[in-house]
């Protein structure tokens, strides 16, 4: 990999945010417009993935790690560009179409600490890939922690390094070959200063008093294997709640199934095809011609036309199915928070007393609520609570869930008081006393 010095800005001092500028001056940005070595090339040959591993593995430190995908383009999540960057091994970017798999990459940073921003979005397609860390630092995750008011990349990079960073291309199809240098070079960018970043994000940690809450909840992202599929993925239709008659739902369910083995085939997503809420208006409507079909108000999309006698094949199966889907799925879910007092009033007093002294605990602490404990796991515990409410039943009912040490640590004599003594309900709208009205 060729060296340019001269490619990119002089760089602020790393791990601290830029020096105070006077009062009356905000403090200078300076813009990465290139990699400091320069734009690499693309891996794309087995020659050139073993020099990459080579690199890699006789580098030092973290390995910054991030990944392009072609979203709302390509079929399924699949990285189409993977960035990493070492000291001492430089930027490398690979393009994984050409290979198997990557797990001659994984090897060769094997017992590296990853540094990802928001790696919830990459691990799954580099799990695909035959990658997963053996030790995590999220930036995004730390920077909610540490309760920065903006957390995505460029905003986190601007607020400690003192950098700006474009992000025009974050939604192109990274599909497209070959990549645009553009594009490459946004891709480099991406990984540039992550380890800079990491050790900014360490420090403002450590004055927080909360490095110890991040590495556990790296840990347990780290741990958390690839969500399986759904049972019934077809329910995830936006507009599903629309549906009120389970033929209709059927035809949802015959028309998503459809255009899903349509979309892989073709390698393209699938609401390229037809959107969702053509979906839910060709099942609404149950059109018995292509003509009364191509008549619906809502359905359109590229392949509305094209394949109409697909789609109109899937509504006809729809209507001569004996067995047809629920409406509802079972489950173990609490009902929505809306209908608990009438449900259960004590579930409904528990939870809206804690509920409360949760927001405020973690304001306190300078961090979003969710982060100090997932709602669903307030929501569950609180409408089914331990016979017993103690404080080490609700440890145990919420590590079951799977909440950290540090949230039960901090949250647990929380939520324990709250449950003991709630606060009474308010009064329902319409009743009591109506004091105060014209006689």
Known sequence: ????????????????????????????????????????????????????????????????????????????????????????????LVDPEPFDDLVVINDAICGAEWILHAATQDLP???????????????????????????????????????????????????????????LRYAALDVEVLIELREAMVELLTRQDKLGFAEQEFEALRKTPPAPPRPDPWRK????????????LAAVRELWQEREQLAEKRDVAPGRLIPDSAIVAAARAMPATVPQLLDVNGFHGRAAQREAPRWLRCISTARQLKELPELQQPTNAPPPPRVWADKDPAAAARLQTARPRLAALAEKLEMPVENLLTPDFLRRVAWRPPA?????SIAAALRELGARPWQLELAVPVITKAFLDPDPLPEPKGKGNHRGSAA
């Not at 794309?44 to 392009?68: F, Q, S």
């Not at 309760?147 to 990274?174: C, M, Q, Y």
């Open 388 to 392: 017993a409410v103690t404080e080490e």
């Open 125 to 183: 397609c580099l799990s695909e890939l035959g990658m997963w860390p053996d030790r995590l630092f999220d930036t995004e995750l730390a920077a909610r922690l540490a309760g920065l008011p903006r957390v995505g990349l460029a905003a986190v990079i601007e607020n400690l390094l003192g950098f700006t960073l474009a992000k025009e291309h974050s939604a192109a199809d990274w599909s497209t070959r070959p990549l645009p240098e553009p594009w």
């Open 237 to 248: 239709t936006s507009g599903l709640h629309q549906i009120r008659d389970r033929r209709q």
């Open 1 to 92: 990999m060729t060296s340019d010095s001269s490619a990119g800005p002089s760089r602020p001092s790393i791990g601290a945010p830029p020096a105070e500028a006077a009062p009356e001056q905000a403090p200078e940005l300076v813009e990465l417009t290139a990699p400091r070595e320069g734009v690499p090339p693309v891996v794309t040959t087995a020659n050139g993935l073993a020099r990459a591993a080579a690199a890699l593995a006789a580098g030092r430190g973290p390995v910054a790690v991030d990944a392009e995908r072609a979203s709302g383009f390509r079929y399924g999540q699949r990285a189409f560009l993977v960035q990493l960057r070492r000291e001492g091994a430089g930027t490398w």
